[in-house]
C-alpha cells in the first residue's frame, strides 16, 4: 500500500502520505515534516500541542524557501501598496514648478503681445497667476499653499522676463530710427539689444515708464494672487 494518513504536527489535519516520500504536506497549512512524524503523531497525539502558525517556517526542507518566498513577496507588495498611496496623497511639488513655469508664460507672453500693440499689458501680471496656479495644480495634482508661493513666484518672473524683453524690442527700434534719421551709422541685432537693453533704464524719463508699467503689473500679479492665498491661507486657520 503505497499510501496512508497521518496527522499534521502543525494544525493537526489529516494528511495523506505517500510511502515514497519521506516528507508529507499538509494540504490545509502547507506544513512540510517528515513522513514518520505524522504517522506517530496520528496514534498519540494526547500530549501533542499544535502550534497552529499561519505560515509555517518552523518545517524543515523545500518548501520552507517557498512559504518564506512567498511571504516576502506579499510583504514587497504591501510596501508598494503604500508607496503609490504615498505618490496619490504626496504632491509632485518638481513638477508643480514645472507646470507654474510653463503656464505662467501664458502671462509673460500675452504681455509680450499686449505691449506691442500697445493695450493695457499689465493685466498679463493677473492672467499670469492665474495660469502659473492652474499649471501647478495640474502638474502637482494637488492645491496647496506652496502651490500659490510657486505660482506667485513663477508668474512674477514670467512677468519680468516679458517686461524685459519688451524693453530690449523698444530699445532695438530706438537704434533702428536712429539709423533711418542718420543720427547712427550703424544697428544692433535683437540679442544685442538684449544685453544693452537695462542701460536705457539710467534715462529717468524712460525708466519711469517702464517701472510703472511693471509695477502695475507686478500690482496685478498680486491681486490675482490675493485670491488664492486668502483661499488656501485661510482654509488652514
Ligand atoms: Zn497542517
Avoid at 498611496?85 to 509632485?92: D, I, K, P, Y
Avoid at 493685466?123 to 510657486?150: D, H, M, P, Q, T
Avoid at 538684449?194 to 533704464?201: D, G, K, N, Q, W
Amino acid at each position: 500500500m503505497a499510501v496512508d494518513h497521518g496527522m499534521c504536527k502543525n494544525c493537526g489535519s489529516l494528511v495523506v502520505l505517500d510511502e515514497n516520500n519521506e516528507n508529507c504536506t499538509c494540504l490545509f497549512c502547507n506544513c512540510v515534516f517528515p513522513r514518520e512524524e505524522a504517522i506517530k503523531l496520528l496514534e498519540n497525539h494526547e500530549n501533542y500541542s499544535f502550534p497552529n502558525e499561519p505560515n509555517n517556517t518552523t518545517t524543515d526542507v523545500v518548501q520552507t524557501d517557498s512559504v518564506f518566498e512567498n511571504g516576502r513577496n506579499e510583504y514587497s507588495g504591501d510596501a508598494r501598496i503604500i508607496e503609490e498611496h504615498e505618490v496619490v496623497n504626496n504632491e509632485n511639488v518638481i513638477a508643480g514648478i514645472v507646470g507654474a513655469m510653463l503656464f505662467s508664460l501664458v502671462g509673460g507672453l500675452l504681455w509680450f503681445l499686449l505691449y506691442q500693440v500697445n493695450f493695457f499689458s499689465s493685466i498679463s501680471g493677473l492672467v499670469g497667476v492665474v495660469c502659473a496656479n492652474f499649471g501647478y495644480i495640474l502638474f502637482a495634482r494637488k492645491e496647496s499653499k506652496k502651490g500659490v508661493v510657486i505660482s506667485i513666484i513663477a508668474a512674477v518672473l514670467s512677468i519680468l522676463i516679458a517686461w524685459y524683453l519688451c524693453l530690449s524690442l523698444d530699445c532695438y527700434y530706438a537704434f533702428q530710427t536712429w539709423y533711418d534719421n542718420g543720427q547712427i551709422d550703424y544697428t544692433i541685432t535683437y540679442a544685442q539689444a538684449v544685453r544693452i537693453a537695462y542701460t536705457f533704464l539710467a534715462e529717468p524719463m524712460i525708466a519711469g515708464e517702464y517701472f510703472k508699467d511693471l509695477a502695475i503689473g507686478l500690482a496685478l500679479c498680486a491681486l490675482g494672487a490675493f485670491r488664492y492665498v486668502k483661499n488656501s491661507f485661510g482654509r488652514s486657520k
